[in-house]
Protein backbone atom coordinates (compact mmCIF):
# COMPACT_ATOMS: atom_id res chain seq x y z
CA UNK A 1 0.00 0.00 0.00
CA UNK A 2 1.53 3.58 0.89
CA UNK A 3 2.74 5.63 -1.92
CA UNK A 4 2.39 3.06 -4.55
CA UNK A 5 -1.51 4.09 -4.82
CA UNK A 6 -0.65 7.71 -6.33
CA UNK A 7 1.10 6.44 -9.00
CA UNK A 8 -1.53 3.80 -10.10
CA UNK A 9 -4.12 4.65 -13.05
CA UNK A 10 -7.23 4.60 -10.91
CA UNK A 11 -9.32 3.55 -13.97
CA UNK A 12 -7.51 -0.10 -13.96
CA UNK A 13 -8.83 -0.53 -10.36
CA UNK A 14 -12.32 -0.95 -11.48
CA UNK A 15 -12.54 -4.30 -12.91
CA UNK A 16 -12.53 -5.62 -9.68
CA UNK A 17 -15.32 -3.30 -8.84
CA UNK A 18 -17.16 -4.44 -11.60
CA UNK A 19 -16.68 -8.30 -11.03
CA UNK A 20 -18.26 -8.07 -7.49
CA UNK A 21 -21.20 -5.98 -8.76
CA UNK A 22 -21.98 -7.96 -11.19
CA UNK A 23 -21.95 -10.90 -8.85
CA UNK A 24 -24.42 -8.83 -6.61
CA UNK A 25 -26.58 -7.86 -9.75
CA UNK A 26 -26.75 -11.70 -10.71
CA UNK A 27 -28.00 -12.78 -7.15
CA UNK A 28 -30.19 -10.23 -6.99
CA UNK A 29 -31.67 -11.34 -10.60
CA UNK A 30 -31.72 -15.24 -9.15
CA UNK A 31 -33.86 -14.09 -6.52
CA UNK A 32 -36.24 -11.95 -8.16
CA UNK A 33 -36.87 -14.39 -10.79
CA UNK A 34 -37.22 -17.09 -8.12
CA UNK A 35 -39.43 -14.85 -6.32
CA UNK A 36 -41.71 -13.84 -9.91
CA UNK A 37 -41.62 -17.58 -10.27
CA UNK A 38 -43.41 -18.23 -7.01
CA UNK A 39 -45.77 -15.61 -7.87
CA UNK A 40 -46.73 -16.36 -11.13
CA UNK A 41 -47.47 -20.24 -10.06
CA UNK A 42 -49.46 -19.05 -7.68
CA UNK A 43 -51.48 -16.42 -9.80
CA UNK A 44 -51.50 -19.29 -12.69
CA UNK A 45 -53.54 -21.72 -10.42
CA UNK A 46 -55.90 -19.09 -9.54
CA UNK A 47 -56.71 -18.08 -12.69
CA UNK A 48 -57.44 -21.62 -13.34
CA UNK A 49 -59.36 -21.94 -10.41
CA UNK A 50 -61.96 -19.33 -11.63
CA UNK A 51 -63.66 -21.40 -14.67
CA UNK A 52 -63.83 -24.14 -12.85
CA UNK A 53 -65.95 -22.71 -10.38
CA UNK A 54 -68.52 -21.13 -12.52
CA UNK A 55 -68.81 -24.46 -13.73
CA UNK B 1 4.17 16.19 -38.48
CA UNK B 2 4.95 19.14 -36.38
CA UNK B 3 2.51 18.83 -33.43
CA UNK B 4 1.67 22.45 -33.38
CA UNK B 5 -0.71 20.80 -36.34
CA UNK B 6 -2.98 18.90 -34.20
CA UNK B 7 -5.94 20.60 -32.19
CA UNK B 8 -4.53 21.97 -28.79
CA UNK B 9 -7.72 19.64 -27.12
CA UNK B 10 -6.68 16.05 -29.14
CA UNK B 11 -3.26 14.47 -27.26
CA UNK B 12 -4.53 12.15 -24.93
CA UNK B 13 -5.03 9.52 -27.27
CA UNK B 14 -2.28 7.52 -29.42
CA UNK B 15 -5.35 6.32 -31.90
CA UNK B 16 -5.73 9.46 -33.62
CA UNK B 17 -6.06 12.87 -33.47
CA UNK B 18 -8.29 15.72 -34.66
CA UNK B 19 -6.25 19.12 -36.89
CA UNK B 20 -7.49 21.73 -38.85
CA UNK B 21 -7.21 22.01 -42.12
CA UNK B 22 -8.38 25.06 -44.56
CA UNK B 23 -11.04 25.75 -42.53
CA UNK B 24 -12.08 22.28 -41.48
CA UNK B 25 -11.64 20.07 -38.98
CA UNK B 26 -10.42 16.56 -39.66
CA UNK B 27 -9.51 13.60 -37.81
CA UNK B 28 -6.42 11.50 -38.16
CA UNK B 29 -6.06 7.42 -37.94
CA UNK B 30 -3.11 6.57 -37.09
CA UNK B 31 -1.47 2.83 -37.72
CA UNK B 32 -1.74 1.70 -34.41
CA UNK B 33 -5.55 2.21 -34.32
CA UNK B 34 -5.88 0.50 -38.24
CA UNK B 35 -6.85 -2.66 -37.12
CA UNK B 36 -9.56 -1.23 -34.39
CA UNK B 37 -10.91 0.96 -36.94
CA UNK B 38 -11.42 -1.52 -40.08
CA UNK B 39 -13.14 -3.95 -37.55
CA UNK B 40 -15.57 -1.14 -36.73
CA UNK B 41 -16.34 -0.29 -40.05
CA UNK B 42 -16.16 -3.88 -41.33
CA UNK B 43 -18.93 -5.12 -38.48
CA UNK B 44 -21.50 -2.97 -39.83
CA UNK B 45 -21.01 -1.05 -36.40
CA UNK B 46 -20.54 2.32 -37.91
CA UNK B 47 -22.96 1.99 -40.41
CA UNK B 48 -25.53 1.16 -37.84
CA UNK B 49 -24.78 3.88 -35.41
CA UNK B 50 -24.93 6.50 -38.31
CA UNK B 51 -28.13 5.32 -39.24
CA UNK B 52 -29.47 5.62 -35.54
CA UNK B 53 -27.96 9.13 -35.76
CA UNK B 54 -26.15 8.69 -32.80
CA UNK B 55 -22.65 8.73 -34.59
CA UNK B 56 -20.78 11.89 -36.16
CA UNK B 57 -20.81 10.77 -39.48
CA UNK B 58 -17.67 11.29 -41.30
CA UNK B 59 -16.28 10.90 -44.97
CA UNK B 60 -12.95 8.98 -45.40
CA UNK B 61 -10.06 10.72 -46.90
CA UNK B 62 -7.68 8.62 -48.52
CA UNK B 63 -5.03 11.81 -48.49
CA UNK B 64 -2.33 12.05 -45.99
CA UNK B 65 -3.12 15.98 -45.30
CA UNK B 66 -0.10 16.56 -42.48
CA UNK B 67 2.27 13.93 -44.27
CA UNK B 68 2.63 12.25 -41.14
CA UNK B 69 4.79 8.94 -40.59
CA UNK B 70 2.02 8.14 -38.33
CA UNK B 71 -1.16 8.08 -41.11
CA UNK B 72 -3.69 5.26 -41.96
CA UNK B 73 -6.26 7.38 -43.21
CA UNK B 74 -8.06 10.76 -42.72
CA UNK B 75 -11.63 11.43 -42.05
CA UNK B 76 -13.67 14.00 -42.61
CA UNK B 77 -16.47 14.45 -39.89
CA UNK B 78 -19.66 15.93 -40.32
CA UNK B 79 -19.11 19.74 -39.18
CA UNK B 80 -19.97 20.91 -35.65
CA UNK B 81 -21.92 24.28 -35.88
CA UNK B 82 -21.72 24.86 -32.05
CA UNK B 83 -19.48 23.28 -29.38
CA UNK B 84 -20.59 23.17 -26.43
CA UNK B 85 -19.24 21.31 -22.99
CA UNK B 86 -20.79 18.92 -20.26
CA UNK B 87 -20.02 21.88 -17.41
CA UNK B 88 -22.35 24.33 -19.70
CA UNK B 89 -25.28 21.33 -20.13
CA UNK B 90 -28.81 20.70 -17.64
CA UNK B 91 -29.09 18.09 -15.92
CA UNK B 92 -31.16 16.09 -19.18
CA UNK B 93 -28.38 17.00 -21.51
CA UNK B 94 -25.74 15.00 -19.21
CA UNK B 95 -28.76 12.01 -18.94
CA UNK B 96 -29.47 11.74 -22.47
CA UNK B 97 -25.39 11.78 -23.21
CA UNK B 98 -25.25 9.09 -20.56
CA UNK B 99 -28.01 6.71 -21.96
CA UNK B 100 -26.22 7.25 -25.19
CA UNK B 101 -22.96 5.94 -23.85
CA UNK B 102 -24.47 2.95 -22.38
CA UNK B 103 -26.38 2.37 -25.01
CA UNK B 104 -23.39 2.83 -27.62
CA UNK B 105 -21.59 -0.09 -25.34
CA UNK B 106 -25.03 -2.59 -25.77
CA UNK B 107 -24.76 -2.50 -29.50
CA UNK B 108 -21.01 -2.26 -30.34
CA UNK B 109 -20.81 -4.96 -27.97
CA UNK B 110 -22.88 -7.21 -30.33
CA UNK B 111 -20.73 -6.52 -32.81
CA UNK B 112 -17.51 -7.46 -31.21
CA UNK B 113 -16.46 -3.86 -30.02
CA UNK B 114 -16.42 -1.84 -27.16
CA UNK B 115 -16.38 1.78 -26.22
CA UNK B 116 -13.06 2.14 -24.52
CA UNK B 117 -13.57 6.34 -23.24
CA UNK B 118 -16.63 7.13 -21.78
CA UNK B 119 -16.82 10.47 -20.93
CA UNK B 120 -18.80 13.58 -21.60
CA UNK B 121 -16.83 15.25 -23.75
CA UNK B 122 -16.92 13.29 -26.44
CA UNK B 123 -20.73 13.98 -27.06
CA UNK B 124 -21.58 16.97 -28.82
CA UNK B 125 -25.18 18.45 -29.56
CA UNK B 126 -26.29 18.30 -32.79
CA UNK B 127 -29.64 19.26 -34.19
CA UNK B 128 -30.95 19.20 -30.84
CA UNK B 129 -30.04 15.30 -29.93
CA UNK B 130 -26.72 13.87 -28.13
CA UNK B 131 -24.35 12.89 -30.45
CA UNK B 132 -20.70 10.95 -30.36
CA UNK B 133 -17.92 12.09 -32.28
CA UNK B 134 -14.96 10.26 -31.05
CA UNK B 135 -15.09 7.53 -33.99
CA UNK B 136 -11.61 6.37 -32.58
CA UNK B 137 -13.41 4.93 -29.11
CA UNK B 138 -14.08 1.61 -30.47
CA UNK B 139 -12.12 -1.27 -29.98
CA UNK B 140 -12.09 -5.25 -30.36
CA UNK B 141 -13.93 -6.45 -27.46
CA UNK B 142 -12.31 -9.06 -25.00
CA UNK B 143 -15.18 -10.93 -23.31
CA UNK B 144 -13.28 -11.97 -20.83
CA UNK B 145 -12.51 -8.16 -19.11
CA UNK B 146 -15.12 -5.83 -17.88
CA UNK B 147 -15.90 -2.28 -19.36
CA UNK B 148 -12.41 -0.41 -19.23
CA UNK B 149 -14.69 2.72 -19.30
CA UNK B 150 -16.60 2.17 -16.09
CA UNK B 151 -15.20 4.39 -13.67
CA UNK B 152 -14.77 7.40 -16.25
CA UNK B 153 -18.75 6.50 -16.68
CA UNK B 154 -19.63 6.74 -13.06
CA UNK B 155 -17.03 9.94 -12.61
CA UNK B 156 -18.23 11.82 -15.53
CA UNK B 157 -21.83 11.09 -16.06
CA UNK B 158 -23.43 8.84 -12.80
CA UNK B 159 -21.80 11.16 -9.90
CA UNK B 160 -22.79 14.70 -11.30
CA UNK B 161 -26.19 13.13 -12.14
CA UNK B 162 -26.57 12.04 -8.42
CA UNK B 163 -25.53 14.58 -6.97
CA UNK B 164 -28.06 16.56 -8.92
CA UNK B 165 -30.44 14.28 -8.26
CA UNK B 166 -30.41 14.46 -4.65
CA UNK B 167 -29.17 18.14 -4.00
CA UNK B 168 -31.40 19.75 -6.68
CA UNK B 169 -28.80 21.99 -7.79
CA UNK B 170 -26.70 22.25 -10.84
CA UNK B 171 -23.64 19.46 -10.04
CA UNK B 172 -22.93 19.13 -13.92
CA UNK B 173 -21.12 22.50 -13.99
CA UNK B 174 -18.57 20.83 -11.79
CA UNK B 175 -17.09 19.30 -14.89
CA UNK B 176 -15.28 22.44 -15.34
CA UNK B 177 -13.28 21.82 -12.31
CA UNK B 178 -13.43 18.04 -12.67
CA UNK B 179 -13.19 17.64 -16.30
CA UNK B 180 -12.42 13.61 -15.93
CA UNK B 181 -15.58 13.41 -13.68
CA UNK B 182 -16.07 14.06 -10.06
CA UNK B 183 -13.39 11.37 -7.75
CA UNK B 184 -15.72 9.35 -6.04
CA UNK B 185 -14.10 10.01 -2.62
CA UNK B 186 -15.47 13.00 -2.77
CA UNK B 187 -18.99 12.27 -3.83
CA UNK B 188 -18.76 9.72 -1.12
CA UNK B 189 -18.34 12.23 1.12
CA UNK B 190 -20.99 14.72 0.40
CA UNK B 191 -23.98 13.05 -0.69
CA UNK B 192 -26.35 13.07 1.57
CA UNK B 193 -27.71 10.60 4.35
CA UNK B 194 -31.05 9.88 2.26
CA UNK B 195 -29.06 8.68 -0.70
CA UNK B 196 -28.30 5.35 1.74
CA UNK B 197 -31.67 4.21 1.05
CA UNK B 198 -30.87 3.42 -2.64
CA UNK B 199 -28.62 0.44 -3.30
CA UNK B 200 -27.15 2.08 -6.21
CA UNK B 201 -25.52 4.13 -4.57
CA UNK B 202 -23.94 1.60 -2.39
CA UNK B 203 -23.22 -0.27 -5.35
CA UNK B 204 -21.67 2.51 -7.88
CA UNK B 205 -20.39 5.22 -5.29
CA UNK B 206 -19.08 3.72 -1.44
CA UNK B 207 -17.95 0.08 -2.76
CA UNK B 208 -15.73 1.45 -5.31
CA UNK B 209 -14.78 4.51 -2.66
CA UNK B 210 -13.91 1.75 -0.05
CA UNK B 211 -11.98 -0.87 -2.69
CA UNK B 212 -9.90 2.23 -4.56
CA UNK B 213 -8.14 2.07 -1.84
CA UNK B 214 -7.22 -0.79 -1.65
CA UNK B 215 -4.18 -2.17 -4.07
CA UNK B 216 -4.83 -3.13 -7.73
CA UNK B 217 -4.78 -7.31 -7.55
CA UNK B 218 -4.47 -7.59 -11.38
CA UNK B 219 -6.60 -8.73 -13.64
CA UNK B 220 -6.18 -12.76 -13.85
CA UNK B 221 -9.30 -15.18 -13.51
CA UNK B 222 -11.82 -12.38 -13.53
CA UNK B 223 -14.60 -14.03 -13.97
CA UNK B 224 -16.26 -11.87 -16.06
CA UNK B 225 -17.94 -12.48 -19.58
CA UNK B 226 -20.47 -10.61 -22.14
CA UNK B 227 -23.87 -11.43 -19.65
CA UNK B 228 -22.27 -9.90 -17.06
CA UNK B 229 -21.17 -6.62 -18.72
CA UNK B 230 -24.68 -6.42 -20.17
CA UNK B 231 -26.45 -7.14 -17.21
CA UNK B 232 -23.72 -4.16 -15.75
CA UNK B 233 -25.04 -1.49 -18.22
CA UNK B 234 -28.88 -2.65 -17.75
CA UNK B 235 -28.42 -1.61 -14.27
CA UNK B 236 -26.53 1.47 -14.81
CA UNK B 237 -29.27 2.28 -17.03
CA UNK B 238 -32.41 1.16 -15.02
CA UNK B 239 -30.32 4.02 -12.49
CA UNK B 240 -30.42 7.09 -14.76
CA UNK B 241 -33.69 6.17 -15.78
CA UNK B 242 -34.42 6.65 -12.07
CA UNK B 243 -32.45 10.40 -11.13
CA UNK B 244 -35.31 13.42 -11.40
CA UNK B 245 -34.25 16.93 -11.28
CA UNK B 246 -37.39 18.66 -11.02
CA UNK B 247 -37.87 21.53 -8.95
CA UNK B 248 -39.19 24.75 -8.91
CA UNK B 249 -36.83 27.97 -9.50
CA UNK B 250 -37.36 31.60 -9.03
CA UNK B 251 -37.42 31.46 -12.61
CA UNK B 252 -38.59 28.30 -14.16
CA UNK B 253 -42.43 29.65 -13.79
CA UNK B 254 -41.33 33.28 -15.20
CA UNK B 255 -43.78 33.02 -17.78
CA UNK B 256 -46.83 31.45 -16.85
CA UNK B 257 -47.05 33.34 -13.33
CA UNK B 258 -45.92 36.84 -14.66
CA UNK B 259 -45.76 37.65 -18.09
CA UNK B 260 -48.24 34.63 -19.62
CA UNK B 261 -51.20 35.42 -21.43
CA UNK B 262 -51.05 39.10 -20.58
CA UNK B 263 -50.79 42.06 -23.58
CA UNK B 264 -46.67 42.77 -23.08
CA UNK B 265 -46.14 39.57 -24.28
CA UNK B 266 -47.73 39.84 -27.54
CA UNK B 267 -46.78 43.11 -28.21
CA UNK B 268 -43.00 42.68 -27.65
CA UNK B 269 -43.53 39.24 -29.92
CA UNK B 270 -44.60 41.43 -32.77
CA UNK B 271 -41.30 43.85 -32.45
CA UNK B 272 -38.99 41.02 -32.01
CA UNK B 273 -40.63 39.22 -34.64
CA UNK B 274 -40.63 42.35 -36.64
CA UNK B 275 -37.03 42.78 -36.20
CA UNK B 276 -36.18 38.94 -36.35
CA UNK B 277 -36.97 39.77 -40.06
CA UNK B 278 -34.17 42.43 -40.89
CA UNK B 279 -31.23 40.53 -38.93
CA UNK B 280 -28.98 39.04 -41.35
CA UNK B 281 -27.01 35.91 -41.23
CA UNK B 282 -28.21 32.48 -40.11
CA UNK B 283 -27.09 32.60 -36.28
CA UNK B 284 -28.55 33.95 -33.01
CA UNK B 285 -27.34 34.27 -29.39
CA UNK B 286 -30.44 34.66 -26.91
CA UNK B 287 -28.60 35.84 -23.58
CA UNK B 288 -30.67 35.45 -20.91
CA UNK B 289 -33.33 33.09 -22.38
CA UNK B 290 -35.48 31.78 -19.93
CA UNK B 291 -37.85 29.14 -20.91
CA UNK B 292 -37.13 30.14 -24.48
CA UNK B 293 -40.19 31.76 -25.65
CA UNK B 294 -38.04 34.21 -27.76
CA UNK B 295 -35.63 31.52 -28.92
CA UNK B 296 -38.10 29.45 -30.76
CA UNK B 297 -39.76 32.22 -32.21
CA UNK B 298 -36.30 32.90 -33.68
CA UNK B 299 -35.84 29.25 -34.58
CA UNK B 300 -39.08 29.35 -36.39
CA UNK B 301 -38.05 32.23 -38.24
CA UNK B 302 -34.97 29.89 -39.33
CA UNK B 303 -32.16 31.17 -37.41
CA UNK B 304 -30.16 28.96 -35.73
CA UNK B 305 -30.73 29.69 -32.03
CA UNK B 306 -28.01 29.30 -28.79
CA UNK B 307 -30.16 30.07 -26.05
CA UNK B 308 -28.42 30.42 -22.92
CA UNK B 309 -29.16 31.59 -18.97
CA UNK B 310 -27.82 30.85 -15.76
CA UNK B 311 -30.92 29.16 -14.15
CA UNK B 312 -30.80 25.51 -14.97
CA UNK B 313 -34.15 24.83 -14.39
CA UNK B 314 -34.97 27.22 -17.08
CA UNK B 315 -32.57 25.42 -19.48
CA UNK B 316 -33.61 22.09 -18.82
CA UNK B 317 -36.97 22.65 -19.27
CA UNK B 318 -36.57 24.44 -22.30
CA UNK B 319 -34.22 21.39 -23.54
CA UNK B 320 -37.16 18.62 -22.29
CA UNK B 321 -39.93 21.12 -24.90
CA UNK B 322 -37.13 21.15 -27.82
CA UNK B 323 -36.70 17.26 -27.17
CA UNK B 324 -40.80 17.22 -27.53
CA UNK B 325 -41.21 19.29 -30.28
CA UNK B 326 -38.12 18.01 -31.97
CA UNK B 327 -37.05 21.69 -32.41
CA UNK B 328 -33.37 20.94 -34.28
CA UNK B 329 -32.30 24.65 -34.21
CA UNK B 330 -32.18 25.20 -30.70
CA UNK B 331 -29.38 24.86 -28.36
CA UNK B 332 -29.79 25.18 -25.05
CA UNK B 333 -26.78 25.94 -22.28
CA UNK B 334 -26.64 26.89 -19.15
CA UNK B 335 -24.35 29.51 -19.20
CA UNK B 336 -24.47 33.02 -16.93
CA UNK B 337 -23.28 36.06 -19.13
CA UNK B 338 -21.66 37.89 -16.23
CA UNK B 339 -19.52 34.84 -15.93
CA UNK B 340 -18.83 32.73 -19.21
CA UNK B 341 -16.60 29.70 -18.91
CA UNK B 342 -13.10 30.13 -19.92
CA UNK B 343 -10.44 28.48 -21.81
CA UNK B 344 -9.58 25.38 -19.76
CA UNK B 345 -7.55 22.15 -20.04
CA UNK B 346 -4.16 22.27 -20.46
CA UNK B 347 -2.17 25.44 -21.41
CA UNK B 348 -5.47 26.67 -21.51
CA UNK B 349 -6.78 25.41 -24.91
CA UNK B 350 -8.06 21.81 -24.47
CA UNK B 351 -11.47 23.82 -23.64
CA UNK B 352 -12.01 27.36 -26.01
CA UNK B 353 -13.83 29.80 -24.01
CA UNK B 354 -17.47 30.60 -24.41
CA UNK B 355 -16.67 33.93 -25.91
CA UNK B 356 -14.97 32.38 -28.74
CA UNK B 357 -17.64 30.22 -29.62
CA UNK B 358 -20.03 32.21 -29.29
CA UNK B 359 -19.31 34.71 -32.11
CA UNK B 360 -22.78 34.80 -33.93
CA UNK B 361 -24.72 36.87 -35.77
CA UNK B 362 -26.74 38.71 -33.93
CA UNK B 363 -27.33 38.68 -29.97
CA UNK B 364 -30.71 39.13 -28.44
CA UNK B 365 -30.70 40.52 -25.09
CA UNK B 366 -34.59 40.62 -24.05
CA UNK B 367 -35.10 41.78 -20.63
CA UNK B 368 -31.67 41.52 -19.42
CA UNK B 369 -30.25 44.49 -19.04
CA UNK B 370 -31.21 45.52 -15.66
CA UNK B 371 -29.90 42.52 -14.19
CA UNK B 372 -26.55 43.08 -15.65
CA UNK B 373 -26.51 47.01 -14.63
CA UNK B 374 -28.40 46.96 -11.50
CA UNK B 375 -28.22 43.30 -10.21
CA UNK B 376 -24.41 42.79 -10.99
CA UNK B 377 -23.08 46.57 -11.22
CA UNK B 378 -22.08 46.13 -15.20
CA UNK B 379 -21.61 49.49 -16.59
CA UNK B 380 -23.55 50.87 -19.74
CA UNK B 381 -20.23 50.73 -21.56
CA UNK B 382 -18.70 47.20 -20.65
CA UNK B 383 -21.93 45.49 -21.67
CA UNK B 384 -22.39 47.40 -25.16
CA UNK B 385 -18.50 46.72 -26.12
CA UNK B 386 -19.09 43.02 -25.32
CA UNK B 387 -22.44 42.85 -27.37
CA UNK B 388 -20.28 44.01 -30.59
CA UNK B 389 -17.49 41.98 -30.33
CA UNK B 390 -20.11 38.77 -29.89
CA UNK B 391 -21.97 39.82 -32.90
CA UNK B 392 -22.36 42.76 -35.37
CA UNK B 393 -26.56 42.71 -34.47
CA UNK B 394 -28.30 43.48 -31.67
CA UNK B 395 -31.82 43.43 -30.45
CA UNK B 396 -32.16 44.42 -27.28
CA UNK B 397 -34.84 45.43 -24.44
CA UNK B 398 -34.26 48.41 -22.25
CA UNK B 399 -36.00 47.93 -18.66
CA UNK B 400 -36.39 51.51 -17.16
CA UNK B 401 -36.08 52.43 -13.33
CA UNK B 402 -39.86 52.68 -12.97
CA UNK B 403 -40.99 49.38 -14.21
CA UNK B 404 -41.81 46.77 -11.51
CA UNK B 405 -39.08 43.94 -12.60
CA UNK B 406 -36.15 46.91 -11.79
CA UNK B 407 -37.80 48.37 -8.62
CA UNK B 408 -37.67 44.65 -7.20
CA UNK B 409 -34.20 44.70 -8.47
CA UNK B 410 -33.60 47.87 -6.09
CA UNK B 411 -35.54 46.70 -3.41
CA UNK B 412 -32.48 45.83 -0.91
CA UNK B 413 -29.92 47.49 -3.20
CA UNK B 414 -28.64 51.53 -2.59
CA UNK B 415 -29.57 53.13 -5.83
CA UNK B 416 -26.15 54.24 -7.03
CA UNK B 417 -26.70 54.27 -10.49
CA UNK B 418 -27.81 57.67 -11.13
CA UNK B 419 -26.99 56.70 -15.25
CA UNK B 420 -29.41 54.04 -15.35
CA UNK B 421 -31.95 56.23 -18.18
CA UNK B 422 -32.84 55.02 -21.45
CA UNK B 423 -30.79 58.51 -23.02
CA UNK B 424 -27.41 57.46 -20.95
CA UNK B 425 -28.08 53.51 -22.31
CA UNK B 426 -28.57 54.83 -26.39
CA UNK B 427 -25.95 57.53 -26.09
CA UNK B 428 -23.13 54.37 -24.43
CA UNK B 429 -24.26 51.98 -27.03
CA UNK B 430 -24.04 54.33 -29.77
CA UNK B 431 -20.16 54.06 -29.31
CA UNK B 432 -20.45 50.82 -31.24
CA UNK B 433 -23.47 50.53 -32.73
CA UNK B 434 -26.21 52.57 -34.38
CA UNK B 435 -30.02 52.39 -33.99
CA UNK B 436 -31.45 50.92 -36.60
CA UNK B 437 -34.89 51.28 -34.79
CA UNK B 438 -36.49 51.54 -31.43
CA UNK B 439 -39.73 50.31 -30.22
CA UNK B 440 -41.85 51.18 -27.26
CA UNK B 441 -43.62 48.07 -25.79
CA UNK B 442 -46.96 49.77 -25.41
CA UNK B 443 -48.46 49.85 -21.95
CA UNK B 444 -45.11 49.28 -20.64
CA UNK B 445 -41.85 51.99 -19.76
CA UNK B 446 -39.26 49.41 -21.98
CA UNK B 447 -38.09 50.04 -24.88
CA UNK B 448 -36.88 47.18 -27.83
CA UNK B 449 -33.95 48.15 -30.30
CA UNK B 450 -32.41 46.66 -33.33
CA UNK B 451 -28.87 47.79 -33.38
CA UNK B 452 -26.21 47.43 -35.87
CA UNK B 453 -22.22 47.22 -35.52
CA UNK B 454 -20.20 50.47 -36.20
CA UNK B 455 -17.28 49.36 -38.51
CA UNK B 456 -15.77 46.13 -38.38
CA UNK B 457 -14.75 45.94 -34.71
Known sequence: MGITILYVDPGSGSYLVQVIIAAILGALFYFKSGWLWVKSFFSRTKKNDTPEKKI | ?457
Open chain 2, 1 to 457: MPDSLRHPSSFKDPSGFVFPYAGKIYRQVNKAFAENYDLFIQTGLYDLLRNRNVIIRHEEVKENLLKSGEWYLTLLPEQISFWSYPYEWCFDQLKDAALLTLDLVKISVEKGLIVKDATPFNIQFVKGRPVFIDTLSFVKYDESLPWIAYRQFCEGFLYPLLLSHYYKKNFQNQLYIYPEGIPVDLVAKILPAKSNLNPAVWLHVHLPNKMGKKRNTGNSNLNFNKKKLLTLIDHLRNVLLKLDHTYTSAWSKYYTETISGNEYIEKKEKIVHKMLQQVEGKTILDIGANLGYFSILAAKNNYSVVAIDNDEQSINTLYKKIKEQQLENILPLCVDISNPSGGSGFANTERNPFNERAKTDAVMALALVHHLAIGKNIPFDLMAEYFSKLAPQLIIEFVPKEDEKTKLLLLNKKDIYPNYSAECFENTFLKYFQIKERENINGSERIIYLMKRIGNK
